[in-house]
Structure formats: C-alpha cells, structure tokens
C-alpha cells in the first residue's frame, strides 16, 4: 500500500513536481523537480526571490494550475489528473484563499462576500459553519461593518473579510499569496497575528507565499525557493535570519548567473 499523505502528518504534498511554461526557445521551468508537504495544523511560509516560483507552486498545490510533471495530494487525495469540473468543487469545499488583492465582490456586503463560497457550491452553511462565521465577524472586528460592501472598508478591513471567508467552511487548508503585501505594515502585523491566531486556537492549516522577512517570522516553518527548487527547509526563525536567508539565495542567483556569463 502507498504511503498515505496524513501518515505523514502533512495536509498537502506534492511530489517530483515540474511545470514549464511556453515551447522551445520560450521555455521557462517554473519548478524543476520540486517534493515537499505542508504539516497539518502548522503555519507554513514559503519564501524565495521574485521568479522562484512560489505562486506557481501554491497555485499547483490549490488545484488553480495543472502541474507538468509529477503528482499532488490534498490530504489522502490525489488532485492532479482530475478535471476542471472536480478541482472547482475541491477548491470550494476544502480550500481557502486569501490574496494580496483581497478578491472580493464590489456589490456584495461583508456578509455575502463571506457566504459567497458556500453560494458558488449550492450549499448553504451548516448549523456549525454559521455560528463559526457570527464568531469570525465578531473576533476580526467586523459586526459594525457586516452591511458594508468593500469600497466602503479600508484596506485591512477587506483583508480581514476575505480572512474570514476563507476560514468560514474550515477548509483543510488555506492558501495565502502575499496577503500583506498591499496593506501598511501595522495593518500587515494585525493580519498576520489574525492567520497566526488561527492556527493556535483552531489549528487552521495555513500555506501563505511571502518576500517580506517580518511576515515569514509568524509561520512555524519556512520552505525557501529558488530556481524552483526548495533551497532550503528550516523552523520557526526570526526576521532577522530569514534576511540573511534570503541574502545568501540572492547571491547563489546572482553568483550562478555570473558563472553562466
Ligand atoms: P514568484 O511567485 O516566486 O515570483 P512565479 O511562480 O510567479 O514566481 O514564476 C516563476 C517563473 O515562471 C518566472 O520565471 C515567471 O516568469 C514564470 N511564469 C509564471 N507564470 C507564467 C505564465 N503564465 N506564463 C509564462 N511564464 C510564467
Ligand atoms: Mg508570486
């Protein structure tokens, strides 16, 4: 029998993971050969330079993109091979997303941009899902602003609603794609501190793509990038080591590019 992705104590895995982009000439390899697993209940930053492939990884492990090569699980489930139609529903009912643009509906209020994944499904909210959204608008300080639509929130605020949509179904885990990449850096830590809280109280699974070295001290483990290989695999560090982290990377690029020259 084959090894079972939760044997390992992991929510998602991929194994010799490679997607190219374009033909020929044109060829770009976006990840080369890449396995790794996300560990269930833990916060997990995945860093590298710009053009690592950190958002192709993320969106090949959330069923948004089809791998080239090799082989994706969401838990026990393998995901690539299926079909469009099968990876839709998969994202709706077992996946959360939160983005650095937010992503929500203009003309839907706080509410239904929250109740949006389970309208898109056809499934309205158990008994258990709404009471953890009254929870969720009541503990990331949105009830004065449930009526509201985003235009009329500020920025952290519409963060904090597209948090609380991707928590809503407690999916199995929940992609984050530099999601404080467009918010201040005090609304930024707020956000992070709502993610990390997240995993602590409800041991939310969270996979969230960083280059920010202070977001990436929030995440119990830290995969690095480069090339579209992970470069290193590394524990809860601080700010200050991932920057040197990431500082030697850069040099590996920019030092292998030099060689190449
Ligand atoms: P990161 O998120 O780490 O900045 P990406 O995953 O976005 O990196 O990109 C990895 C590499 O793949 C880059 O060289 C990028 O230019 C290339 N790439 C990403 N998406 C596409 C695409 N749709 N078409 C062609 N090349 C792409
Ligand atoms: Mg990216």
Redesign the pocket.
Known sequence: MEIQTSHMGLVARVANLS?H??EGEQR????DDLSAGMRRGQFTAIM????????????VMAGLDTPSEGRVWLGDDEISGLGDAALTKLRRRRIGFVFQAFNLVPTLDVRGNILLPFQLAGTPPTAEERERIENLILALGLADRAGHRPHELSGGQQQRVAIARALASGPDIIFA?EPTGALDSRTGREVLAILRSAVDSSGQSIAM?T?DPVAASHADRILF?AD?RIVADREAMTAEEISSEMLGLEQLQFGAAGARA
């Not at 770009?28 to 990840?31: D, E, Y």
């Not at 590298?48 to 969106?59: A, D, Q, R, V, W």
């Open positions: 997607k982009y374009g770009v390899t976006a990840l590298g330079p710009s053009g690592s492939g950190k958002s192709t990884l993320m969106h794609d793509v280059h990038l579209g």
